[in-house]
């Protein structure tokens, strides 16, 4: 297993990152690291232990309550995609352009038969056993959402998910769910972790960094429940400089 120290206090700012912006909660995190290469280490519960991809085995259930066991080879054939996305942290103020490579989660489930709603929700989960968080079968049809096993040409190191994540580059980076275990297609939204600890008022990303990379959100139904909520930060100026971010 790949140890990765957690911090004992949360760092103030960060010298390669510049625009880190710690949030005040951010000290009940297991693990922080704002300047691990290529992208900051952030995880709110003790990263699971490592497991080899053959190891897998995805717990995948729908409407029709009958759920799956889903080992490596389920979806070996499935096509394989790349794409260069960032993943945008906006709670801690900070974004990264990386280059993903895995297979569609639309696929996924469509491989594994499961029933779900056109207007329904897809619940991910983590394999430590507490996070998860939701999508709406809109965003689930969004061919940028993928089960990445691959980061910048190298599998996926086990502090970035690895060996399986969700990537949803045009949501918060939290929607992004790590060292993936189980789905499940529901009716309603179940609501994600960090909207239930009162971490995020809504999953959407403010104006300023969807206009900086080129963002554009899919059409139809959002898995935030209260659209009406403002979004945050509104101003240009309040997210990390495009210098430190990386650029598309």
């Known amino acids: 297993m790949i140890a990765i120290p957690a911090t004992t206090s949360t760092p103030a700012y960060s010298p390669i990152r510049e625009g880190v912006r710690p949030p005040k909660f951010a000290s009940k995190f297991a693990h922080l690291d704002y300047d691990a290469a290529p992208m900051p280490v952030i995880a709110m519960y003790p990263i699971p232990e490592a497991i080899e991809p053959g190891e897998l085995e995805l717990t995948i259930s729908g409407l029709e309550c009958k759920p799956r066991v889903c080992r490596w080879e389920t979806w070996a054939d499935l096509p394989r995609y790349q794409m260069r996305q960032p993943l945008i942290c906006q709670i801690f103020n900070w974004a990264e352009v990386v280059e993903w490579e895995g297979i569609r989660l639309c696929d996924v489930l469509a491989r594994a038969g499961v029933e779900t709603h056109e207007d329904g929700y897809v619940s991910v989960h983590s394999r430590d056993g507490v996070y998860f968080e939701s999508l ?58 960090k909207r239930l600890l009162a971490q995020s008022k809504l999953a959407r990303l403010a104006p300023p960094w969807r206009e900086r990379y080129g963002i554009v959100p899919p059409d139809g139904r959002s898995s935030d429940p209260d659209l009406d909520l403002p979004e945050e930060p509104t101003r240009s100026d309040e997210i990390a400089p495009a210098h430190a971010t990386g650029e598309l």
């Not at 959402?145 to 949501?171: H, K």
């Open 136 to 193: 709406s079968m809109a965003e689930v049809a969004d061919p940028r959402v993928l089960l990445a096993t691959g980061l910048n040409g190298e599998p996926l190191p086990l502090q970035y998910g690895g060996p399986l994540r969700l990537v949803v580059p045009f949501l918060q980076g939290y929607k992004s769910v790590k060292w993936v275990g189980a789905m499940h297609a529901v009716r309603h939204d179940p609501i994600g972790i």
